[in-house]
């Protein structure tokens, strides 16, 4: 069972989407081993894409911008996420150095899953990082991990959505808008209130709450104060912005089980010279780009020196459920 990590009362009124990732974060630096802290939160209408995407590629911040919506970069990897007051988000933080990654993301999902049979929904959780109810889904998620054996899982739950905004927000869905479009995202996604007419956001977190938590933390005024400090990291222009697209070579598909990957290569007299990763993947790593460009740099961009620089290595433990030659082939198409 976890503890629920609470906000003293006189911090309580909802905040903007990095102040609960700063949460999270001290609350990772606190965590003692074998303990699981859990809380959950609400924002006003916000995008938050992974810190592997291309802004550019994955928001529409002139409709942002008009409509009011605010936009930020996580520190986790997977892919972009529309999110208002009939959305609950979740944080999940835990300290086990016995664990891997993909063991404590897939304990939190199946808990997850498990809290919504108890409602009597046909809820299960998916090889990569979403809870479904039936085959469409209601929750995805996202995680990274610290150093220490501290792994930080984050994700939402749709009570409800505003479809419209989700479509016209979210750059890669505005080639669905054709009413054909709409439908086909509709047939991916389900809410709890499909499924429960009566499910209020506040009824899902007293439950969610009752179930998977047995105690409490209440956090103090000096506490939040560290996490406004923190905050301020998530706000810098250049982090929001983060990485363009450049590189003499691009790479870009979609692996399954794996999500998009898009791989922007230097290449100097047919050799690879440094790498940088982007796209809606799952790191299994602090630094994925980094890790790759150390053990291809120098290698002829063809399947057989890829294959040669990946000799003893595996690609899966920088991104999840990548195998060596999915990426190869990636690379080389």
Partial sequence: MMKYLSLPDAAREVRILPFYL???????????????????????????????????????????????????????????????????????????????????FARYTGAVAEMLRGLGLDASDNSRND????????????????????????????????????????????????????????SRITTLREHLPEMTAEAFMRYARETLCDGEVVLTEDDVKEIEVLTQRYLEPSFIAGRKHHSTVQRRGRVEGVGELVADIDVRQGRVADVTLGGDYLDMSEDASAVVTEWLRGAE??????RTALAGKDVGTVIMNLKNEQFINLLTN
């Fill in 301 to 306: 961009l063809t399947s057989e020196g890829l």
């Fill in 131 to 186: 809870v479904l109810i039936g085959d469409r889904k209601v929750s995805g998620n996202s995680f990274y991990h610290l150093s220490g054996g501290v792994s930080i899982v984050h994700g939402t739950m749709l009570i409800d959505t505003d479809m419209e905004h989700m479509l016209h927000a979210l750059t890669p869905s505005r080639e669905k808008l054709s009413g054909k479009g709409v439908q086909s995202v509709r």
């Fill in 22 to 104: 700063s949460m999270e974060e001290y609350a990772a630096r606190r965590v003692r081993m074998g303990e699981d802290i859990f809380f959950m939160w609400q924002v006003a209408p916000t995008v938050i894409f992974g810190r592997n995407q291309v802004i550019d590629d994955e928001v529409d911040v002139a409709y942002c911008r008009e409509h009011g919506i605010e936009f930020y970069r996580r520190r986790s990897g997977g892919g972009c996420v529309y999110a208002d007051m009939d959305n609950v988000m979740m944080s999940y933080i835990t300290r086990d150095e016995g664990a891997d990654v993909p063991t404590t």
